[in-house]
């Protein structure tokens, strides 16, 4: 899926169906006629057609009974009199004025009419979906689900007009059968589900057309914001400086057999700017950590009294990558939580968090978990998480008061501000280490000063960002020490 940046985007924002149908309704009680509204959504499909496949010549369009259906008929009819051959497959009688409208529309331009039931991919240069878009979110199974199996087995390309139909246009989920689009024509306001989880699979390349009507003055319950590759403001780094003023970072992390989960999350805070960094790890670690990272300090400790000075000089701990669930691990959990320092809990510091269940922490915290983590902590499956994302990641926020980023594809956050969805970061990631120095960005920015939810969304940005910039050096798998070139000319360039 490609979404950073998302073309035609104008408004850092996305919605629900709810808000988006809302929407609709709105402006045609201030006037502006529904089937004014196919036609731009057409008009911009159609632009989005012929951009994208200039040679296609024979167009199949899959309409529903809805506007999505109506928005479909009317691409064919200006498509047909471009000079394209186009075939519009009803999946049953429109169920609108509107929709009859854009039908009738099409009929007279001389588009060809048949039943869904002889539709055959195999005739067509390109498929327009028109079916569903953002109805009604029920699985599709059945006729509908062969025929997207079909489709999607042909192999030729689709253009989904406002969602793939199938898609659950509030989560992401797919509950049931889903048509892939190859490239998706969001239309009016773009639908929060199309950014994140399950639905990067099924969208393609996504643009977004407005339609020359500006979004909602009042922002409707729902809305996620959308975090593009830079932060709105950058870390001060004053001339006269010392490695004290930018933070002392603690990392507890890296029990036996698991010693680069934390030199990754230790490096990470180092190279996110931090001006002192301190990891605490297994003993037979020590020596490795600095040969790979002799700017980092390493200790090596057997028991939590050990711990004590090193969290009495720490401004911000990061605990868990590598920790491991035995006594060693429970004892260094222990002491940090009585410290009660701005801490960032990620992998096992996750588990062994989330053993006597949801509660809110009395001292500043970060939570990155993935979706397994998520579940675990929320006393649910991974597919439970997965199913609605956004959801998970509030009860998260909610449940332990603090700060939570729901790792991923399409990564959320959800803090006291909302919910946010970042449009960084690729399937090149989707490897190991990559969440520890996530981790370690985030610890590393905090600890200079950045306000809870800056760091946390700083980190994500930066993360997808370098991901990106990562993987398009490299190729489609990455290693997770791979991002660490690309940060600090990010850092430098954000600092511009």
């Not at 005739?123 to 199996?149: I, K, Q």
Request: with cysteine; net charge neutral; aromatic share 4%.
């Amino acid at each position: 899926m490609t979404c950073a940046p998302v073309s035609g985007m104008s408004d850092a924002r996305a919605y629900t169906a709810a808000a988006a149908q809302a929407h609709d309704r709105a402006l045609q009680a201030e006037g502006m006629p529904g089937l004014r509204l196919m036609r731009r959504a057409a008009q911009a499909a159609l632009t989005t057609l012929q951009g994208f496949w200039p040679e296609a010549r024979r167009v199949a369009i899959l309409a529903g009974p809805g506007h999505n259906g109506g928005d479909g008929a009317v691409l064919a009819g200006l498509a047909q009199g471009r000079g394209l051959a186009c075939t519009l497959f009803y999946l049953s009688p429109p169920k609108t004025a509107d929709a009859q409208r854009a039908q009738d529309f099409a009929q007279g331009a001389g588009v060809a009419f048949a039943p869904f039931d002889q539709f055959d991919p195999a005739a067509f240069d390109l498929v327009v979906d028109g079916l569903l878009g953002t109805g009604p979110a029920r699985p599709v199974r059945g006729t509908l689900a062969h025929c997207f199996e079909r489709v999607n087995a042909q192999g030729v390309p689709v253009l989904a007009l406002d969602l793939p139909s199938g898609l659950d246009a509030d989560t992401g989920a797919a509950p049931g059968a889903v048509l892939r689009a190859t490239v998706t024509q969001s239309l009016l306001l773009p639908k929060r589900g199309a950014f994140t989880g399950e639905a990067r699979n099924w969208v393609g390349t996504l643009t977004h057309a407005d339609l020359t009507c500006p979004p909602p003055s009042e922002i409707p319950e729902g809305t996620v914001t959308l975090l593009g590759p830079r932060p709105a403001g950058a870390l001060p780094r004053p001339a006269a400086a010392h490695k004290g003023i930018f933070g002392r970072v603690l990392v507890v992390a890296g029990g036996v057999g698991m010693g680069g989960a934390g030199l990754l999350a230790a490096e990470a805070a180092l190279r996110a700017g931090a001006g002192a960094v301190t990891l605490v790890t297994a003993p037979d670690h020590v020596a490795p950590a600095l040969a790979r990272c002799p700017e980092l300090m390493v200790r090596g400790i057997t028991h939590r009294r050990d711990l004590a000075p090193l969290l009495a000089r720490a401004d911000a701990v990061l605990l868990g990558p590598g920790l491991g669930l035995d006594g060693w691990a429970r004892q260094l959990f222990g002491a940090v939580l009585e410290a009660r320092l701005p801490t960032v809990f990620d992998a096992d510091g996750l588990t062994l968090l989330g053993e006597p269940g949801p509660r809110a922490l009395p001292f500043p915290a970060l939570l990155t978990p993935h979706p397994g983590e998520a579940g675990r902590l929320l006393g649910c499956s991974t597919a439970a998480v997965e199913s609605d994302r956004f959801a998970a990641a509030a009860a998260l926020a909610q449940g332990y008061g603090a700060p939570t980023v729901l790792k991923g594809a399409g990564a959320i956050i959800a803090s006291e501000a909302g919910l946010a969805v970042s449009l960084g970061g690729n399937s090149a990631m989707a490897t190991a280490g990559m969440g520890d120095v996530l981790a370690g960005l985030t610890v590393g920015l905090w600890a200079q000063g950045l306000a809870v939810e800056a760091a946390l969304t700083a980190a994500v940005q930066l993360h997808g960002e370098a991901g990106d910039r990562a993987a398009g050096h490299r190729g489609p798998s990455l290693l997770a020490r791979d991002l660490f070139d690309e940060f600090g000319p990010l850092l430098k360039a954000w600092a511009q």
